[in-house]
């Protein structure tokens, strides 16, 4: 179908001009962003004093720690996929990485110089949904530009990679880079977004959602707080179903990937740490601090569902303090999206170009799409 503009005649080349540019700029940003993070993330190449945390094919296989090998999606899908293609591809992708010049070079670099020979099949596919996932995060962030923020087509398209651009500062240092972080980032926000648009695609991504990860949990207390009678029976009983759905989810992958055991319980270690970053890290807090003030200021004007999704920042942060290690950045990549939105609309308000996003003035109070769709179009 043709796309037509308002006033029904079909569109000027500039329009398709801007399409065309648009997804150049997303799928290659995209490519590229996951390609910093695979090389960064290295996965088959465990540090020799740390167990293999990270591997793909321990988690895929089940032979590795839980809960790391609790979070099934992109693993599985990548198993599934693996399966499928003819073995022809694989044998010349083999061929490729072994035989040519070209490919003996590129298996010499991070991180395929530590690619078992016989899992690149695999390893190859998840570096594919990888890279999809951080395509599909971009666009996501595109769609809820469109949804909530009246600003120039060009504001939407750079902001957007700038929120995929943000999604790398959960790496770095010591600490280990999970495959399926992206995925989770961009299955999440996907999620939120149908949430958002009262969408009944929601349902069957939940169920994706919480086979990528347990923190799909917090999916069911947004969808809650974005309903417009919250207290009703149908309301009520949506959110019991989908706590049903995901304790059986849940259930079912740990009884059949259990993994290795491994303690991660480490409260007191991450509260000594919080005080030794109070102290030795006093000037980050003192520019946190403002940062915080600011946004607190901007709040008001912060779209309401976006709200309700930083809201549950608190939860993540204190299953972190418990059973995590409270300084990985990763484990707050399903927030990147409203804090990413939080902190443009401050910077461009400080700016004085606030006009370059302006927040749609339904959706400031309105808790879901259902009623600001459609109006300031």
Request: hydrophobic share 50%.
């Amino acid at each position: 179908m043709i796309p037509s503009s308002a006033s029904g005649r079909p569109p000027s080349s500039a329009v398709y001009y801007s399409l065309a540019i648009r997804q150049f700029l997303f799928i290659v940003s995209g490519i590229v962003f996951a390609a910093l993070w695979l090389f960064e993330a290295d996965t088959e190449n465990a540090l020799p004093e740390v167990p293999p945390f990270n591997s793909v094919v321990g988690i895929t296989r089940a032979t590795g720690y839980a809960p790391f090998t609790y979070r099934r999606l992109v693993f599985d899908l990548a198993d599934i996929i693996t399966r499928a293609t003819p073995e022809s591809f694989w044998q010349l992708i083999d061929w490729v990485f072994t035989e040519s010049s070209l490919g003996k070079r590129i298996a010499m670099a991070r991180p395929f110089r530590s690619w078992p020979r016989a899992e690149i099949p695999l390893l190859c596919t998840v570096s594919v949904l990888i890279c999809a996932s951080y395509c599909g995060f971009i666009y996501t962030c595109r769609y809820l530009f469109e949804l909530f923020y009246i600003s120039p087509v060009w504001f939407k398209d750079v902001g957007s990679v700038a929120l995929g651009f943000l999604a790398l500062g959960s790496m770095g240092g010591y600490y280990f880079s999970y495959p399926y972080d992206i995925p989770q980032m961009f299955v999440f926000t996907l999620c939120c977004s149908m949430i958002f648009a009262n969408s009944l695609w929601f349902f069957p991504l939940f169920i994706a959602a919480a086979y990528s990860k347990e923190t799909s949990f917090l999916l069911i207390p947004l969808y809650w707080l974005c309903q417009r009678n919250r207290y009703s029976v149908a309301a009520l009983l949506k959110c019991f179903l989908l706590l049903v759905v995901y304790f059986a989810i849940h259930w079912y992958v740990v009884k059949t990937y259990p993994g290795l055991p491994y303690n991660f319980v480490a409260l007191k270690r991450n509260l000594w740490k919080l005080g030794t970053f109070a102290i030795f890290y006093s000037w980050s807090i003192a520019t946190l601090f403002v940062v915080v003030l600011l946004s607190i200021k901007e709040w008001h004007r912060f779209p309401k569902p976006l709200r309700n999704w930083v809201r549950l920042f608190p939860i993540v942060w204190i299953l972190a303090l418990y059973q995590g290690w409270i300084e990985e950045r990763r484990m707050y990549l399903e927030f990147v999206a409203p804090f990413g939105f939080l902190g443009l609309q401050v910077v461009t308000k400080l700016a004085g170009c606030e006009s370059v996003m302006r927040p749609k003035l339904d959706f400031v109070e309105c808790d879901t799409g259902a009623s600001a769709l459609g109006s300031e179009k």
